[in-house]
C-alpha cells in the first residue's frame, strides 16, 4: 500500500499545495538523504486555519488537531520537494513549539496530534526523535509551528 493510499484509508487529505513561505527562506532543504522542512502552522487553503494561545484561547483538544493539521501541512510540503511519500524512509526528528501561557505544561501532549499522525502513516519508520516547547508568541498568532527532518531512500533502491 501507497503512504497516499494509506492517508486516504485513514479518512484524511493532504493539502492540494503547501503554504508558501511567509518570509525569507525556503520550505524544504535536502542535503544527501535528509530532507529539513521549516516551521509550519495550521494553514487550510492558504489560510490559517486555527489561532490563539493554548492555556487561554485553546484546549488541549484543540492544541492537538491543531498539531494534527499541520503534520498534514508538512506532508504536503515534502510531497511538493521530493513527488512521491513513499520515497520517505524514517521521519527522523519533529520539533513542536506551542504558543501557550507560562503556565501551561502540556505541550508535549499538543504536539502528539503530529506525532500521533506519523505513527499512523508511516508506522515504525513514523516514530521519531521529538522536541516539544512552549513559546510565548508563534507567527500569525498559531498555536503551534513544527519543523521536521525527514530521511529518504536512496534514488537507487
Request: glycine share 10%.
Amino acid at each position: 500500500m501507497t503512504i497516499e493510499q494509506r492517508i486516504k484509508d485513514l479518512g484524511l487529505t493532504l493539502p492540494p499545495s503547501p503554504p508558501a513561505p511567509a518570509a525569507n527562506y525556503v520550505l524544504t532543504v535536502q542535503t544527501g538523504n535528509l530532507l529539513f522542512v521549516s516551521g509550519h502552522g495550521p494553514f487550510n487553503d492558504g489560510m490559517v486555519k486555527m489561532t490563539g494561545k493554548l492555556g487561554r484561547d485553546l484546549s488541549l483538544d484543540e492544541g492537538y488537531q491543531a498539531a494534527r493539521s499541520t503534520g498534514l501541512n508538512l506532508l504536503a510540503s515534502i510531497r511538493e520537494a521530493i513527488g512521491d511519500l513513499d520515497r520517505i524512509s524514517r521521519i527522523v526528528k519533529v520539533t513542536g513549539m506551542v504558543n501557550c501561557t507560562e503556565d501551561f505544561a502540556d505541550c508535549p501532549k499538543v504536539v502528539n496530534g503530529c506525532s500521533d499522525l506519523f505513527a499512523e502513516i508511516f508506522g515504525e519508520a513514523g516514530k521519531h526523535t521529538r522536541a516539544a516547547v512552549g513559546m510565548q508568541s508563534l507567527p500569525f498568532q498559531w498555536p503551534v509551528e513544527i519543523e521536521m527532518i525527514v530521511e529518504l531512500k536512496s534514488a537507487v533502491q
